[in-house]
């Protein structure tokens, strides 16, 4: 008698990802976010913090153009200022002026009222001696603008 033939399927193979593949993936993504998130947050900042510095000598230039066919440097209305810097992330103002200086300041708001440099000012002071006569400060520790 004939010996039945048996007919072997072939192995099928399984197609997709095992569990244990997502989850190492989604720690390396994690990985990866927790690294580049503050990276991009902390650049988004500088940009903001040198929009803001552009502002203010923007804003110098007005002052020296306004001193030129006036006795005293003015205020942010006189000079055409704008009230915040182009993004609107900061307050602008002139906050002191007088025939021989002026004080401007850059308050920051809204996302960047977290900006380790606080309020940037510039201040002209033409009474000093020949030394410096540009002031640039910020209530921060770091360094704001560079």
């Given at each position: 008698?004939?010996?039945p033939?048996?007919?072997a399927?072939?192995?099928?193979?399984?197609?997709g990802f095992?569990?244990?593949?997502?989850m190492?993936v989604?720690?390396?993504?994690?990985?990866?976010?927790v690294?580049?998130?503050p990276?991009f947050?902390?650049?988004m900042?500088?940009?903001?913090?040198?929009?803001a510095?552009?502002?203010?000598?923007q804003?110098?230039?007005?002052?020296?153009?306004f001193?030129?066919?006036?006795?005293a440097f003015?205020?942010?209305?006189?000079?055409?200022?704008?009230g915040?810097?182009?993004?609107?992330?900061?307050?602008?103002?002139?906050?002191a002026?007088?025939a021989t200086?002026?004080?401007?300041?850059?308050?920051?708001?809204g996302?960047?009222?977290?900006?380790?440099c606080?309020?940037?000012?510039y201040?002209?002071?033409?009474t000093?001696?020949?030394g410096?006569q540009?002031?640039?400060?910020?209530?921060?520790?770091?360094?704001?603008?560079?």
């Amino acid at each position: 008698m004939l010996a039945p033939i048996h007919t072997a399927r072939p192995a099928r193979r399984v197609a997709g990802f095992t569990l244990i593949e997502l989850m190492i993936v989604l720690a390396v993504v994690a990985i990866i976010a927790v690294i580049a998130i503050p990276a991009f947050t902390d650049q988004m900042r500088k940009s903001r913090r040198s929009e803001a510095v552009s502002s203010l000598q923007q804003m110098a230039l007005l002052q020296e153009r306004f001193r030129a066919s006036n006795p005293a440097f003015g205020t942010a209305v006189q000079i055409g200022a704008p009230g915040s810097s182009e993004s609107g992330y900061y307050n602008l103002a002139v906050t002191a002026n007088s025939a021989t200086g002026y004080t401007m300041t850059a308050a920051p708001t809204g996302a960047q009222a977290g900006d380790s440099c606080g309020t940037l000012t510039y201040r002209f002071d033409g009474t000093q001696p020949s030394g410096q006569q540009i002031i640039k400060t910020h209530s921060g520790g770091s360094r704001c603008w560079d």
